[in-house]
């Protein structure tokens, strides 16, 4: 079954709804548009076992993506392992860890392949033969990688003090790299002209409401890797806010679906301290995000005027989750603990994830006896930066066994 | 032209009346299309239309503001 259903655009603000093009905008009030759907047309159809018959990535939700029937770009993209991290559940003292490890995901490592997938297949769809982004670095990668595959013209706009892997992460590709002087914010603000200007598909600008999408299926393959089951908790990081309140709706679709059950889960939000406007919010009891000016290592969550902010509030607030903040140095000692735990690598984004998950089971904000989902988006090799001088160098010893000898009792070996 | 903008404002700015401060200053039509203030902050969906320059020039004008933050929606020209 291929049929769409998808209804339409609407404004989250005031519910006014558009046809299905490429605008982000309501023209009424300015408020945000979402896709939206028809899921009555799904009852009884969207099986347990119609999705577990198709092939292992992103596209086996595709009813639950607003594209028109086959995805014209990144057939293959998304569905990464749940790790059962049995090793950092112990260091944190919880009884059920998993790591929903995007940081391995195709073909770019990080989660954006799965946004960038449907927002290029629906600009295709679209017409539209040039593609663009406004960027902090995983993002310009996908949509270089994803737009190089497809044969589509790219542009990626991204600050120009980025880490050298992320530049070249999407400069191998073929792609017009422009770096701009100043903040993401900045660049975001550019693009916004450009997009209203060059009639480029800017996955997040004109096509948001179907990029941001994409994210659903991070959570889908959640919990059917949890063997069709909600966590009790999931933690995701915030740089838009976007993802959290996209891993709320795909719980709540599957359990509208009945494809899961409600297992009331909680959704909680990780920033960088260095940049926490929507944490602060949460953490101050209001629904007011305040922009801030950006200074920290997760240079990928460094958004300070976040679109969805507002909304990730909301969901924490309703889903009965929470929000925190940590420092750069313990979004260091984080990725190690990932790192020396679990062998993941995630980028700076994963330690503020872990970090902030660590800092609300010490609070006990976040139970120790219940499961727990960590959303690790992004993979370390692209901020090498963030750790080079947190590790021990190499010793260096001649091709001698002699040597190797003295070394290894300095070790203790035996 | 017109031009959609966000407007944020802080405790400091948000009980003044800037944007009537804007249309004394500037030769534009101001369209107020959604506001929420509350806890010492502000929130405001701005439409300015007028001729290009001045519109521009207004906008640099809201940027200069202390405790006013400006974000563009998109930049849509329908017509100058």
């Given amino acids: ?414 | 032209m017109k031009l959609r903008v966000y407007l944020n404002f802080d405790e400091k700015s948000v009980t003044d009346p800037v944007i009537w401060k804007l249309a004394k200053e500037f030769d534009v039509i101001t369209n107020i299309r959604s506001a929420s203030v509350k806890e010492g902050m502000g929130l405001v969906g701005l439409e300015i239309e007028g001729h290009t320059e001045m519109v521009e020039a207004s906008v640099r004008w809201l940027e200069a503001q202390d405790g006013v933050h400006v974000e563009p929606i998109e930049q849509n020209i329908i017509e100058g």
Avoid at chain 1, 25 to 46: A, N, R, S, T, W
Avoid at chain 1, 85 to 104: F, T
Avoid at chain 1, 339 to 347: K, L, Q, V
Avoid at chain 1, 382 to 398: G, S
């Fill in chain 1, 1 to 414: 079954m291929s049929e769409s259903i998808v209804r339409a655009l609407k404004c989250r603000e005031c519910g006014h709804e558009y046809k299905i093009e490429p605008t982000h905008v309501c023209e009424f009030c300015f408020g945000p548009l979402e896709v939206v759907y028809d899921y009555d047309k799904l009852q009884g159809k969207f099986t347990r076992e119609l999705i577990e018959s198709r092939p292992q990535n992103m596209w086996r939700y595709k009813e639950l993506l607003p594209i028109d029937g086959e995805p014209k770009v990144g057939a293959n993209n998304g569905y990464t392992p749940l790790v059962k991290a049995d090793r950092l559940a112990k260091a944190l003292g919880v009884k059920e860890l998993y790591i929903k490890n995007d940081s391995v995901c195709y073909p770019t490592l990080s989660f954006k392949d799965r946004v960038v997938s449907v927002a290029l297949s629906k600009a295709v769809e679209f017409g539209f033969t040039t593609v663009a982004c406004a960027s902090t670095g995983n993002l310009a990668g996908s949509v270089a990688a994803n737009a190089a595959a497809a044969g589509l013209e790219s542009y990626v706009f991204i600050p120009e003090d980025l880490e050298q892997g992320k530049v070249l992460g999407a400069a191998i590709f073929g792609t017009n790299v422009i770096g701009i002087r100043g903040q993401y914010d900045d660049v975001n603000r550019l693009c916004s002209e450009v997009a209203g200007k060059y009639g480029w598909a800017f996955v997040n600008v004109n096509v948001r409401p179907f990029y941001a999408e994409g994210s659903k299926t991070l959570g889908y393959e959640m919990m059917e890797q949890l063997g069709w089951k909600a966590p009790k908790h999931v933690v995701v990081p915030m740089a838009s806010g976007s993802l959290c309140t996209k891993v709320d709706k795909s719980i709540k679709e599957f359990i509208k679906l009945g494809l899961v059950e409600d297992n009331q889960t909680a959704v909680y939000g990780a920033q960088a301290t260095g940049c926490s406007p929507i944490s602060k919010s949460v953490k101050d009891g209001t629904d007011m995000i305040h922009p801030v000016k950006a200074n920290t290592i997760a240079k990928s969550l460094a958004i300070g005027n976040p679109a969805d902010g507002y909304y990730a509030n909301k969901v924490m607030k309703e889903s009965g989750g929470y929000a925190e903040d940590i420092s750069d140095e313990e979004i260091i000692a984080a990725m190690k603990l990932l790192a020396e735990t679990e062998g993941i690598f995630a980028e700076t984004a994963g330690g503020v994830t872990l970090g902030c998950a660590q800092k609300m089971i010490e609070s006990g904000r976040i139970p120790r006896d219940e499961s727990i989902v960590l959303c690790i988006t992004g993979n370390g090799l692209k901020t090498q930066e963030a750790v080079l001088n947190e590790v021990n160098k190499p010793r260096i010893i001649n091709a001698s066994l002699k040597e190797f000898d003295v070394l290894a009792e300095a070790d203790g070996v035996q």
